[in-house]
């Protein structure tokens, strides 16, 4: 158990520009879970997958964002036209359906910086 | 709508004394999860304690034990025997039963523990 991983852990890029993000689950976690988290603020939930259907999006994912979980697999959360606004930092977190709790486990996250 | 709300923003405790951490939340369902989460400087978010809410004994783990008050809406997170590497950022969050599968945060409460 490797746990879940994220990719890259830091990324600068100008406002205007795509970006993509990359969330490996831990391997036998059926739900995937993308949170972004701002300076000072707990994670505020972003979108959910179940193997490869995305259940649920939030009302901050707007028109700009998209994410994918192709094969049920890893997951890729995909901002177009960046904004300064979307500097933030964005956490991926996995569980098993039926687990413990349900409890969620959490990637090291990403940390965008829009210039 | 679930909301979740830790009002202290920062709090500081000698080592090896008893801090409290307060959490308050508001929910219309009768059955769901609550977890305090800790997030230490500049590493990923674990999972501290859980408690089922159909459950009336407190949930405790090791140094850690909650304060569940169902009628009260309230969800108190006790650390006994301080450490140093209790130091973190501590979110009380909110699940929901059944199909709703994603975290409410609260805003988080910055607990320093001094030597």
């Known amino acids: 158990d490797t746990g879940v991983s994220q990719d890259p852990r830091h990324k600068i890029t100008k406002r205007g520009q795509n970006v993509t993000f990359r969330c490996d689950p831990i391997?036998?976690?059926?739900?995937l879970y993308w949170y972004r988290q701002t300076l000072g603020q707990g994670p505020e939930f972003l979108t959910y997958?179940?193997?490869?259907?995305?259940?649920?999006k939030s009302r901050l994912l707007s028109d700009r964002f998209s994410a994918e979980r192709p094969k049920g697999s890893f997951s890729t959360l995909e901002i177009q036209r960046t904004e300064q606004g979307d500097s933030a930092m964005y956490l991926c977190?996995?569980?098993?359906?039926?687990?413990?709790?349900?409890?969620?486990?959490f990637g090291p996250g990403t940390r965008l910086t829009v210039t | 709508a679930q909301t979740v709300t830790q009002s202290q923003p920062e709090m500081s405790v000698q080592e090896a004394e008893t801090v409290t951490l307060s959490c308050t939340y508001d929910?219309?369902?009768?059955?769901?999860?609550l977890f305090w989460y800790k997030q230490p400087p500049s590493r990923q978010m674990i999972l501290v304690i859980r408690?089922?809410?159909?459950?009336?004994q407190n949930a405790t783990e090791n140094r850690f034990s909650v304060n569940f008050q169902k009628a009260a809406k309230s969800f108190s997170l006790k650390i006994s025997d301080s450490q140093l590497g209790d130091t973190a950022m501590y979110f009380c969050?909110?699940?929901?039963?059944?199909?709703?599968?994603?975290?409410?945060f609260g805003k988080g409460i910055t607990l320093s523990v001094r030597p």
């Open positions: 969050a909110f699940k929901g039963s059944g199909a709703n599968s994603k975290l409410t």
């Open positions: 997958f179940q193997n490869e259907a995305q259940l649920e």
């Open positions: 408690q089922e809410a159909y459950k009336q």
């Open positions: 929910t219309s369902e009768s059955n769901y999860y």
């Open positions: 391997s036998e976690h059926n739900r």
């Open positions: 977190a996995s569980s098993l359906v039926g687990g413990i709790g349900y409890e969620q486990y």
